[in-house]
C-alpha cells in the first residue's frame, strides 16, 4: 500500500548571546574547564534568582520574525520540572501555553526539487541544562556534571508536521541552518551542540492508517537528520508489517528513540518521558514580557535579505546560475556581500561570481581563512575585473595582478585599490593596442631568432613559440594570440 | 534598663552622644544570650564572642576620629536563617542544608553591611518556613522568651523571641503567610512586612516565590521603618522588585486622621474573646482621638487560607525541587541509582511538613488537577485582592487582629496540621494581595501573653502604614 511520511521537527538553537539567559556568566563553550562559567543563580542556588538577558529575547525576536512567525504581545516563563543531574534547580525555566511566538514558515526543498513551505508551529525561548559526563571506560566510575551550559539562551523551534521525506528534513534543517548564521542570532556549530534537532516520525498510508508516531532524538548533523529519517521511515514500515500496530490503538503511545549514528539506527530509549508530568506552572520570579507592536516593527524593518530569497535574486537580477548562487549564498551571508560588493565595483556580475567561486574560494580554503579576513577586499578585486571588462588588461593579466596582490599581502603591504593600477602600470600590463610598437617588437624578435625563423620555414609551425615569448617580454600587456597570428604574418611575407 | 532592651533609635542616640559603645551593646546582647538562650533557642548561629566584639571596636574607633558611620551604627542585628549570609552557615533550619555556606550574601545583608550594621547571628525557624511555631525546626524548637511553656510563633519564632527576650536589638525575617507579623505578636514585639517587591527576595531563601517578603522584627514602630529604609528599595537581581522609589518615613506620630476600615469578615467566629475585646479596645481610642473608623467588607477573605496553602505549596514543591543531593546539601549514603539518590536524600534530610507541603504542592500541579486547584486559587487570589483595592477606595488603612489567639502551648497543635494551618488565617491575605502590613501589640490575655493587632495598607503605601502605626502606637502607650 503506499504510504507518506510525515515528519516534523523540534530544532533546539543556542543564542550567541554574550551573557546566559537569566544570569551574567559568559555564554561560551568551554568543555575543558567544566564549571568555570558558573555563579549562584545558573547553579540554582538557595536564594538565588534569574533575571531576563534582555539580548536573548531581542535575537529570539529576530529569529522568529525572520521564520515568518507572529510575535505574542504577551508572554510569560513557565517552569518545566523534573528531575535530572543537569537540571541544577529541578526545573527549567521555559515557555508553555503562551511562547512568545508562533506560526510562521520557512522554505525547504522536497526530494522531488520543489519549494514546501513548512510551517512552524511556534518558537519559545528556555534554558539550555548541563552536560552529564558519564565514565566511558566501562569501568564505572563516577559521572559527572559540567554547569558551564546550564542557562545558555536555547530557541526551541517546533515545525508542524508538513515535512514528506528525509531529504526535505535535511533541506528544512539546512535553510534553517543558512537562515540562522545569516541573521546571525547563532553559529549553529553542531559539533559544540548549538543546534539540535529531534524529528517526529509516523506513515499515513492510503486508506487513512498511520503508524504511531516516533521521536527521534540527538540529530546532530545534516547528514544524520536524513539518514535517522531514512532509517525511520523502513524500520516503521516493516514494523506495520510485522505487527499491524498502529496509531490510535489501545495502549499504543508516542516512542522515543535515540540515533546511534555509529551504527546508523535509531534505538528505542529507556524511560518513557511521556509518562512524565512536567507540572508547568508560571514562574514567580520572573515577570511577564510585553512586545509592542512598535518594538515588532523596529525588527522587521532591519531583518536582512533572507538567504532564499537573495539566491533567488543573484539568479533573476544577476543572471547567476542556480549553482552558483547556492555556492554564493551557501557560503553565508559576508561572502554574499563581499560577491555583491566585486560585481557592483567591476559591473559583470558573471564574472565576479566565477572569481569569488574559483578563485577566491580556492585561497581562502587554501589559507584557512573567513571572506572577513581574506587579503583582497572586494572592491579591489572589483577594481581588477573592472580593468578586465574594459579591457585595460587580460583574463591573464588579471590573475598575475591577483597573485601580486596576494603576495603583497603576505609581505605585509597594503592592498588597496590604488594598487592595483600601480601593478598593472609597474608590470607592464596594460593591453597594447599600438600596433607600431608591437611590429618594431616582432621585427627585433625575428631578427634575433635566425635559428626559429629557419626552423618556422622549414615547416615548424611551433618553433614561432620562441619569438612569441620575446615579444611578450617586450611588450606585456600584448595579447598573446594576436602576437602569434602577426608573427606568422610577418614571417609569412606578408 | 538594660542596653539590651533599648530600641535602635534609643541606642543610636546613646552612640551618638557617646553615653555608650558599640562594644558595650555587643557584651550586653552577648551577655543576655547567655542568660537566656539555653531557654529560649531563638538562634541556630551566633557568630564568635571575639569577631563580633572586634567589629564593634573598629565602629568605636571610628566613631572616636570622628569617621561617618551608616544609619545602623554599628549595631547586632539577628538574621532569619533562611536569608543568606556569605561565609555563614545558612540552613533554613533544615538538614538538608545543615552544612551549608552561602558563597554570597541576600542584597539585604549587603545593604545591612553598607549601612554598619553588625551580622550577630542566624535565627531558628520553621524548616524552610513552612510552620506557625518554629516547632518544625531541624535544631529544635524556640520558646516563646514571654512564657516558656508557649510557641513563639512562626515561621520567624527565632528572631521575634531574640527580639522580646532581649537577644538582639532588632532582626530581620522573611513573612510568606504571616510569618513575620504573627510570631511578633506572640511575642509582643513590633512585625513589618512591607508591600511585595519592596524589598529585594536575591538570596532569601525560597518558600513561595510570589508571596515571600522580608520583613522586620522591632521594639517599636519607628525602628521597623528605620530598618526598612535601610534595605528597601529596587534590586536589578530581583525580577520582581518594585522599581519606585522608598519613600521616607516619619519617626514620630503625628496629629492627622485616618480613615481606618474594619472588616466584619475578620471578626466571626473562631476569633477569640480577649483578642476580639483588645482590638476593639484600639479601636476606640482612635475613635477617641478623632479617627475614622469605617466598616468595610473584604467576602473573598473567606477563601483566603485554601487560596495560601495551595499557591504556597505548589510554589514550594517546586523551590525544594533544587534539593536534590547532587551539588550541594544533604547527600544519602546510599546513593544506589540516580532516583535512589534523589529520594533518599530528600527523605532522610526534610521534616514531616515540609514532606506534606511538597506533596500537596505537587498535587495541586499535576496533570488533570492544575486547572481545579492550582489555577483556580490563582483566580482567588486576584479576586482577593481587588476586595482589597475596593476597601482602600473609602479607608486609609485597614485594622483586624493577626491572628485568632494569643500564643499557645508547645506541641499543642504539632499533631493537628489542619488546626495549626488555621492559625494563618488573618495573616495570609496580606501576601495574598502583596500589601504592606504591621502588627504591633495592643494587650495581654489574662495568662500574661501579647495580643497584637494588624495595621494593613494599600500596595506600596508604607508611609500610610507608618503613619497609622506611630498614631495606634502611642496611643496605646498614653492608655
Ligand atoms: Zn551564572
Redesign the pocket.
Known sequence: MNYTPIIGLEVHVQLLTK??I????PNKFNPEHPNT???????GMPGSLPVMNEEAFRLSLITALALNCEIAPFTKWDRKQYYYPDLPKGYQISQYDLPFSHSGWLEATTAEGDLRKVRIRRAHLEEDAGKNIHDESGRGGDSQVDLNR??TPLLEIVTEPDIRSAVESKSFLEELYLLLTFIGVSDCNMQEGSLRCDANVNLKFDDGIATPIVEVKNLNTFRGVEAAVDFEIQRQLDEFQKTGRKLGDPGVEKETRGWDAQRNITLAQRGKEEAADYRYFPDPDLLPVTVSAHVVAEIKSHLCEPPSQRKRRFQKEMALSEYDADVIVNRGREFADYFELVASTCDDAKQAANWVTQDVLREMNDRRLNVEEFPIGAEVLGTVLKRVSEKTITIKSAREVFVALLEDADEDREVTVSRVDHLIDDRGLKVVSDTGALDAAIAAAVAESPKAVEDFNAGKQQAVGAIIGKVMKQVRGADPKQVREQIIAHLSGN | MSLAELTVTELIDRLVNGTTTNVEIVKAVLERIREVEGAVNAFITVRPEDELLAEAKAYDDKRQAGEAIGPLQGLPIAIKDSICTKGLLTTAASKMLGEFVPPFDATVIARIRQADGILLGKTNTDEFSMGSTTENSAFGVTRNPRNLDYVPGGSSGGSAAAVAAGEAPIALGADTGGSVRQPAAYCGIVGLKPTYGRISRFGLIAYASSLDQIGVCSRDVADAFLMLSVIAGHDPHDSTSLGTPVPTFPKKADSASLRVGVPDEYFGAGLDDEVRAAIQRTLDLMKGQGHTVVPISLPNSKYSLPTYYIIATAEASSNLARYDGVQYGHRTSQPGGLIDMVTNSRTEAFGDEVKRRIMLGNYVLSGGYHDQYYLKACKVRRLIADDFSRAFEQCDVIVHPIAPSAAFRLGEKTGDPLTMYLTDIYSVTANLAGLPALTLPCGTTKDGLPIGVQVVAATEQEETLCRASLAIEKLLREE
Open positions: 551573557t546566559k537569566f544570569c551574567g556568566c562559567q558558573t555563579c549562584p543563580v545558573c547553579l546550564a542557562g
